[in-house]
């Protein structure tokens, strides 16, 4: 069955410090992945998706991730975060024959100043 | 261009009762899907409607049904509420030519008393 984890449930970066969250799926054939974020109060916004080609995809808000078929992982990077950054990140799949998004559990990023 | 909209914002009830909820999906998109997002957990599946039929269905009771209109908004009706319904319910958007984009709404927050 397709699924996605999330391994770290809470993680807390210094304002300016580098971040990588990290995200392992679980699909048989090539996956479509997504990382969105959830503000308090807010709904789900898109941070970028992997479909196929480069696996480096680039996102909104300085974000970027590398799918690695290998690992089955899809991790989600930022060179410097802002303490707007802090929110909760979700890594998703799509699953194939169906248009249903599987959600991880979620990580909560918070910020030190 | 309005985005995904989702009415009321928040919602209690008493357990036993019925509740409705409803979601104007982003302008042009044909396609809407509902998500439960419990306290501390990633938005779980629900149903999928597409011209005014449930397309697709996760792993909920039949206490959970839906309905969309000709104009694409749709509706979540919950009977027989119970504590355990108390969650955010997200709706998302597409078009069903590409289901890759989906657009969520800011949720209900639904509490059962």
């Known amino acids: 069955a397709q699924s996605v984890t999330q391994p770290d449930i809470h993680i807390t970066v210094s304002e300016g410090a580098s971040l990588e969250l990290r995200c392992n799926y679980s699909y048989g054939a090539t996956p479509y992945l997504f990382w969105y974020v959830q503000s308090p109060g807010q709904g789900l916004q898109l941070l970028l998706k992997?479909?196929?080609?480069?696996?480096l995809v680039q996102g909104i808000k300085g974000f970027e991730a590398e799918f690695k078929r290998s690992q089955s992982s899809f991790n989600l990077r930022k060179p410097s975060v802002h303490w707007s950054d802090a929110a909760e990140y979700f890594c998703a799949v799509l699953g194939g024959a169906t248009n249903k998004l599987i959600f991880g559990t979620g990580t909560l990023l918070a910020v030190q100043p | 261009d309005a985005g995904v909209t989702q009415s009321p914002t928040h919602l209690i009830k008493t357990r036993g009762q019925q509740v409705t909820l409803r979601c104007s999906p982003k302008?042009?998109?044909?396609?809407v899907s509902w998500y439960q997002q419990a306290l501390g957990q990633g938005p779980q599946f629900i149903f999928q409607y597409y011209e005014e039929e449930e397309r697709q269905r996760g792993n909920f009771p039949d206490r959970f049904s839906g309905h969309q209109f000709p104009n694409y908004s749709s509706e979540l009706n919950v009977n027989a509420l119970l504590l355990g319904d108390s969650a955010l319910y997200l709706c998302?958007?597409?078009?069903?030519?590409?289901?890759?984009?989906?657009?969520f709404g800011p949720g209900t927050r639904l509490t059962v008393t």
């Open positions: 998302a958007s597409s078009w069903d030519w590409n289901p890759y984009e989906q657009y």
């Open positions: 302008s042009g998109h044909d396609t």
């Open positions: 992997y479909f196929s080609g480069d696996t």
